[in-house]
């Protein structure tokens, strides 16, 4: 273990971008993750990087990667997820030969055959042939991520199965295994089911064959169901995952018993390229099986030899290999892992066979001998992996020098990230993309395996090969422009000696790149049907959409449809014309979901340029429609004529999740089962309580005597201690170097006022001044000094709401309580840290300022502050009416006169920084008021384009927690208020307004009802439920699920997108609806529950208090 712990350090210690399947991988984990934070499905989700798109967690174990997603989230996402997958592979690479050592011992061998196992499980050599020899898993090797879970488990369900057949005890901790295994590697746990049925006939008698037979059905049954959610669906679309007639012959077939036994018996198979010292060891471990006959030995050669048979593969076996269950497909080259499994076991005893012949117990000289004969024996295999691994950590640092040094790569890559998202193509292992290599002098990373490690759509070779379009991608002509629309390639990235097709625009130019914008035409697309046809098989599907690619069909437009495995006719009739005149005015891509606002004149049809699948869905106006299969495997559905918005969404497959539930609840049942809980003593806690309580009441009545410095003091540590919680917990948006969408333009702002007169800041930005020249001003980098004008904002703000509220005589505790409630709101604090490059905290705090001045009649205050509020965000210039409000009952004429002469310095402003402006704006702009786009915000909210009318009406709902619902539990009371205070009434519905012409940034926008709300919910409530210690606490932890305290979010703009209610999937949102609705319902009932109805002695207690 010590030797491996060093010799694979590099593994953690080198980040470089991975060549093998590892690349998949952490592709897969970084997706799981994003769906997590999204709502979607982590356990089936689309993964548009690969090949066209496709679901592959839907067919693929995936226990290994939701394990390093769960790592991810205990440790709060402070450690990269790339770094966890590292850490992941190198653990149990290393801590492999403890696994083989217990689980030998747990078989019944001795501990000198356990020791000499386990040392020769981790330093099996055999030419990358996917076996257990670490080659599969290092840098340079395989990268087959799952199998080493394989590997640890297939050993770990041998021994257990073992203990079930001789001792009949451990069937539920053997079934647990075994489900583990299937959700982490499919064809180990298919070989894991044979050796298993080998196991149950060895020894069976008359006597135990009944109790055998049950114990090892249930084992069955019980992994059958805890792994039902992957294998149900797996065989119930098992013909949408690919079958590659590309893939090499021997990966389905093997390679016959002469090439193997040829290797076996020259070392090559377990020593390849050293001494055959394993080699040697296996074969004194079978004639010790011979010699002995061992019941253990025995049963172990007959499962070696077993595999060894089956790993001959169809050239030995022929029709007999199809006898095997599923045999179609069956990859026979894998079987090495069985041959492996049981090459270790007998490696172990024949060390141990040697060991007892040398009689090395009979004196400590003898013992000496043998340990330092077994060392010496070991210094070729040690010497061969040391240098394995050496080479394998010098590659890492060749490949990671030489990308480094490729700065024309990130140069293309910095500017590929600055253009809109779309397909990218980098050229082909069977073209000029293979030269790419960065100057490194061997078979190493090549560009377009960076397009996956940066999590790009790419048109590049597939690792897996999954996706039905997979095998077609090495079909793409970067000669004819036709196919760049075709496989929609909106971005081309190849050397200056290399001509592409005409058409390619180039957008940067580097000695060594040139990046092109290509004529992808975007994923949605009108297209004739021009025929119907049925491919009778995947392969026959493969080769009629080959002809069609290759026959310039995708020149002319005329796509075919593909009646595959369709249970019932398609309802759509065949031809489909073209549309003459298209129109795709609004497009959006994200994970998973595709949004199209699309018109044509006539009836047509649509081409969504993503692997088909039956898990898409599509709605066309709100209504779902039939989707087909077109050429080559495209998602395509009819469109009658007019304009439609059109949404089209993988879902996951009807019966994951519920078959998911149901594996948790037999897990929890099998595991809780095998548990005996104690329960530990309270009376020692007990005691502890009584102590605690006379400081906390101290302290209150300190602050109390205190209240107007101690209480606005408290407010502000509250925000604090908020922050403090947050920050680490929160991270911060990552995309666009850090800054966001708006935040990019901010920091611009903040550098044009610097003196950089090369950034171009257009309006309304540019009209935001009073941020950006705090943060130019103070000197700092952008996005600090912003985060620092973003903190002291909010504990200035907190003040703030404390003193309003305190304005109403609210009493200091539940003013306390009001601004800890309003600290864990996601769009305040929280929001600050996760996208500090923006004017919001500065913001709310001129609000709240504006607020309190207005109350108490602070006019001149107010005036300075809406000054400072037009140069920040000119929507507070909105508060004017407020103060008028205010103030109009007492001195109508007066107040009118003043509240105009207030506003006047502000109005001034908003229009002389338009007129006079102090950053420029670009020399094409003409008109600032178009930039504001209110129609464009209207016709999305009234039209209710994706979802935007109820995006609109959820967005404080789902966002403010207690704050919203509470004022329901006591209607009556608020409208009573507003009625009485019209400057609140004002407040609320210019909000809205204010919300609803603003932009699309509902919840944003919406955030400033607080100080409304608060109000309402503290200064109206009955007295009666602030009394009750129970209420309060209730409402508290309501309040703190309801705005999702502590939820995990992410960095990347897929993730900030499901973060805000404005931009998430509309299933986020509706699971969203449905959680704070009922938590919503839950906080009115304990505002309005009257304890002494549900309890008559209490009831008749406090008649008789009364």
Known sequence: MAFNAVALLPEIGIEVPNVNDDAEHVLFIQQADDALDGGQDPLDFWVPQLELGFPQFLYYQNLPHILVVALGRLTFGLVSLRLLFDVVRYVLLVGFPLTVFWSMRRLGFSDVAAAIGAAAGSLLSGSHRYGFEYDSYVWRGLGVYTQIFGMHLSFLALAALHRVATRGTGVVVAALVCAALALSHLIYAYMTAITAVVILLFGLTRANAFGRVLRFGAIGALAGVIGAFTWVPFFAQAGYLNVSPYLERTKYDSFGAPTILGWLASGDLLDHGRLPVLTALLAVGITAALVTRARLLVLTLVLFVLWLVLYFGRPTLGPIADLLPLHDGLLFHRFIGGVDLFAILLIG?????????????????????????????????????????????????????????????????????????????????????????????????????????????????PYRGASLNSDLLFDFNDQDPAAYRLFDVEYAIAPPAVALAPGLVPIIATPRYVLYRAPGHGYAEYAAIARSETPSSQLDLFERARAWLRGGSATSWQFARYEYRQSRPVDVGVPIADCARPGISYERAQPGRYDVLASCPTDSAMVLKVTYHPNWHVSVDGHDVATFMASPSYLAFALPAGQHFITAEYRSAP????????????????????????????????????????????????????????????????????????????????????????????????????????????????????????????????????????????????????????????????????????????????????????????????????????????????????????????????????????????????????????????????????????????????????????????????????????????????????FFALPFAWPRRVFAFVRRELHWAYYVVMSFVVALVGGRDDDRYLYVLVPALAVFVFHLAPSSLWRSAWRVAALTVLHLAAVRFLWPVGTSETQYLQYTVSAMSVDRMVALTVFCGVLALAGIAVARVDLRVLSPARGAKAESSA
Request: hydrophobic share 55%.
């Open 349 to 461: 005893a024949g060390g141990a066979y040697l060991w007892d012949l040398a009689r090395v117990e009979a004196s400590p000289r003898r013992l000496a001998a043998a340990a330092v004969a077994t060392a010496v024996l070991l210094v070729p295999v040690l010497a061969e992996r040391w240098s394995y691994y050496a080479d394998n950590a010098s590659w890492m640092r060749t490949t990671q020098t030489a990308i480094e040094a490729d700065r024309d790569a990130k140069t293309v890559l910095d500017a590929l990230a600055t253009q809109p998202s779309g397909r990218v193509y980098a050229g082909l292992r069977s073209n000029w993309g293979r030269s790419l290599g960065f100057g490194i002098p061997f078979d190493s990373v090549r560009f377009y395996n960076l397009l996956v490690a940066s999590r790009l759509d790419a048109v590049a070779p």
């Open 655 to 962: 019966l994951k999740d519920p078959l998911f539930f149901l594996g948790m609840l037999v897990t929890i049942g099998a595991a809780v089962s095998q548990v005996r809980p104690r329960i530990p003593q309270l009376r020692a806690w007990r005691r502890l309580l009584p102590t605690l309580r006379e400081p906390i009441l101290r302290l209150r009545d300190l602050v109390l005597a205190n209240e107007p410095v101690a209480g606005p003091l408290v407010a502000v540590a509250i925000a604090a201690t908020a922050f403090v919680v947050l920050a680490p917990l929160t991270p911060r948006i990552a995309f666009n170097d850090g800054l966001g969408f708006d935040g990019r333009v901010y920091s611009w702002l903040t550098q044009a006022l610097r003196g950089d007169h090369n950034v171009v800041v257009v309006p309304p930005w540019s009209f935001r001044l009073a941020p950006s020249a705090i943060v130019a001003a103070s000197g700092l980098e952008v996005k600090l000094g912003f985060l620092i004008l973003d903190l002291l904002s909010a504990l200035a703000s907190a003040w703030l709401l404390y003193r309003l509220l305190r304005h109403y005589a609210i009493a200091p505790g539940l003013a306390l309580l009001a601004v800890g409630w309003w600290a864990v709101l996601p769009l305040g604090l929280r929001w600050a840290l996760y996208y500090p490059v923006l004017p919001d905290s500065l913001g709310f705090l001129l609000l709240l300022a504006l607020v309190v001045a207005a109350l108490e009649g602070r006019l001149v205050l107010f005036a300075a502050l809406l000054v400072v509020g037009a140069l920040t965000r000119e929507n507070l210039i909105a508060l004017g009416p407020f103060l008028w409000l205010v103030h109009v009952r007492r001195d109508p004429v007066g107040t009118t006169l003043r509240s105009l002469a207030v506003g006047v310095p502000a109005v001034v402003v908003y229009f002389a920084v338009r007129l006079f402006p102090v950053v420029p704006p670009p020399p094409d702009f003409t008109n600032w008021a178009e930039r504001y786009q209110i129609d464009l915000n209207l016709r999305f909210v009234f039209e209710n384009i994706d979802a935007h009318a109820w995006r609109y009406l959820l967005a404080a709902p789902l966002t403010l927690g207690m």
